[in-house]
């Protein structure tokens, strides 16, 4: 089967044959190109618009290409341009004209469409499948280090104890509404577009609802031009991607910091560290500053699509050819980027005295001093007012907040008394107990929140 060329005196060039062909790339589609036809036979076939025995031996057919593409006998033919006209010509070779039927009330952009909602259809299950995993681990080092205290940052400067459970399920709820963003996605990628033709519908007795059964779409698209034109979908995905991708590299770059020297705070598995060239004693975390890196080709990859959806004209444009590298680039990045992330995670050994000792620096309880004076009846304003002259009295003598005398205290405010001693990391952990807080019994909700979650859903 020479490629579709009828109306015109002569071939098109071999430059213009590579530029113009997608097969490099498309030929991932197989799957849902051969599953969309295979339905539309039968459809055709219901209909009485082929016959059942044209049908069955299309469909036949089509399933014999599926092998040999699995099997890596299929032959990808650059002048065939695309995955749909390669698979045409290849059942054309095998069962002769009657291929040729398949085409009944159909166009390559509906064709297209479909495969395109079929495959980003199947990658938001592996999404969030892959976030699952990602929650799943964090979940599993916060359970094994319940009791770990660390500061908690706000300018990446100390600033108030924190347990290290309720800092790692923060990235839980991250990724969780990346999970409501992706099934929000699929809601809108899950209308079928065949049965639209090129823009205008087709002038057969179709059976689109039959089509959506059989390919397991829950709506039908109800303008064919918008049908065959639009990529909304795929720029949701690339959208709720990138988002993921920024909360994965907020994560990445925290664990870079703390498996470094000067915090020491986590020390990362060697399956997923490397090393130097040339200093011997290094480890380095490669696998997080990757992760923090690849969310730039995810971020390009959006705005790629949307440059190329801007002004752009109804209905079908070979523009659109455009909708699929970046596509195929950003469900691959992501897919990657989860499962190592997860792996990472699962694997790191947390140093539980080093947490410890870094929140008991660096005044990080002036807070509860001043909310203890705000419970002897001080206005907080001044009470923070007196804290903050008491911590730059300490750091002037070079002492922390506890190595200080009730004398100097009481300098400050004559509110302080000996309990003020009884101010530690665990009592101001503890009393942060409101609902979503750090304590040790809100950490506990959250933990059983998270489990409920995801054995709800099954881990998927």
Partial sequence: MKPLRSRFSKDAEE??????????????????????????????????????????????GLVSIRQEIEEGKFVFRTELEDIHMSIEARLTEKIGPVAGKLHTARSRNDQVAVDMRMFVKEAIGQTIGGLRGLQRAIVHVAEANKDVVMPGYTHLQRAQPVLLAHHLLAYFEMFERDVGRFKDCLARTDVLPLGSGALAGVPYPIDRDFLAAELCFSKVGQNSIDAVSDRDFVIEYESAAAVAMMHLSRLAEELTLWSSAEFGFVEMDDAYATGSSMMPQKKNPDVAELARGKVGRVYGNLMGILTVMKSLPLSYNRDLQEDKEGLFDTVDTLLATLDVTAGMVNTMRVNPDRTARAAGESYCLATDLADYLGRKGLPFREAYSAVGELVAYAIQQSKALDELELSDYRSFSSLFDEDVYSITVDTSVAARDSLGGTSPVQVEAQLARARVILENEGGN
Avoid: C
């Fill in 15 to 60: 430059l213009v044959q590579e530029y113009t062909g997608s097969i490099a790339f498309d030929q991932r589609l197989y799957r849902s190109d051969i599953a969309g036809s295979i339905a539309h036979a039968r459809m055709l076939a219901r209909q009485g618009i082929i016959s059942d025995k044209n049908a069955e031996l299309i469909v036949m």
